[in-house]
């Protein structure tokens, strides 16, 4: 079966002065052939040679051969440039003549010309490949990494109830979980990560936290830094605040704000008095 997206090693069982036409058989009928343009036809090739094609359909949505190299195949991850935007969504620059499109419907952000999306490839459902950035489906699991290790990953996609989802080395998948988000995130940005967690399906449990006793200190320097420097030495709430307002201002979870100002409160760098926190 000749089929979308993908290269397959096809025969050649005629030729014409358009191109040839390829089956998986000498024998295949017309159904079951599909061309190779003329300017794409290797010299010398004959019937009964074979060669290695990629299939997909022209502007005029007609299955067709080329032997050009795609940057992305059928339910493959890669990172493809926006050409142009248009009324029914992205155009993207995969290697071949005629643009693949990205709906707007696939798209986790809003994308523009010459940018990099990471993306996949997929059928639609009128049978035409298209590309999607909801690539959760495709990332890969059971990657080399352990608990406790640094990664590289791009954020594709943000879910209120989830969190963020992180393409780990772009073919990973990964989650900041939703306690473990910070502001300023945003889908379409490369970040550093520590894995806290692999679960069984080997999917990663990720986080912008260092090492515990790491993190406290860096936190606690960032808290001493932006009380002076934004609040005048005064904060005007202290680590009974409410949750929202600590991670709106600070980027933290109460329990990390809470952890950093105990070691400030220990250092005596800070005094805490009258629901305020004060710098000494």
Known sequence: MIELGIYQELMVVKTASIGVYLGETEDA??????????KQVPEGLEVGDKIRVFIYRDSSDRMIATVNEVKVTLHQV??????QNTKIGAFLDWGLEKDLL????????KVHEGEEVLCSLYIDKSGRLAATMKVYPYLKLHSPYMAGDEVEGLIYQFAHNFGYFVAVDEIYSGLIPKKEMRSGYQVGQTVTLRVTRVLEDG???LSPAQKA???????????????EDDYAGLLP??????PDKIREIFGLSKAAFKRAIGRLYK????????GKIRVL
């Open 102 to 109: 990205l709906p707007f419907h696939e798209q986790t952000k």
């Open 213 to 227: 006793y790491i993190q406290m200190e860096v936190d606690a320097e960032e808290i001493l830094s932006l009380i």
């Open 29 to 38: 009928d017309t159904a079951n052939r599909v061309l190779l343009p003329k």
């Open 267 to 274: 250092e005596k760098k800070i005094a805490i008095e009258g």
């Open 78 to 83: 890669a990172k493809l440039t926006v050409r």
């Open 237 to 242: 709430f202290d680590d009974k605040a409410d």
């Open 203 to 205: 999917k990663l449990d």
